[in-house]
């Protein structure tokens, strides 16, 4: 699902790819792996991440709200 950089946490780069979730730009588009990526991306202090975290929720339920917490509660980057 995600790679590179943004697996070993580059907030910037889990920004990115929550982008291009959004609009399904070389992956399918996906509002919850969206939600979740922008979620990290802000708790690692990008704000834009919280606010692209806020407008992509307005696209979703909350059941995909509620899954997109999770699997951001349960995210593990990969060891260095």
Do not use: C
Not at 24 to 43: C, E, K, R, W
Not at 75 to 80: G, P
């Amino acid at each position: 699902m995600v790679g590179g950089a943004a697996q070993k946490g580059v907030a910037l780069a889990q920004f990115q790819l929550g982008n291009l979730y959004v609009i399904g730009t070389d992956v399918p588009q996906d509002y919850v792996t969206a939600h979740m990526l922008f979620n990290i991306a802000g708790s690692r202090g990008l704000t834009k991440g919280a606010k692209n975290r806020t407008s992509v929720a307005k696209l979703m339920n909350d059941r995909q709200i509620a899954e997109a917490q999770g699997l951001a509660r349960n995210w593990r980057t990969e060891s260095k």
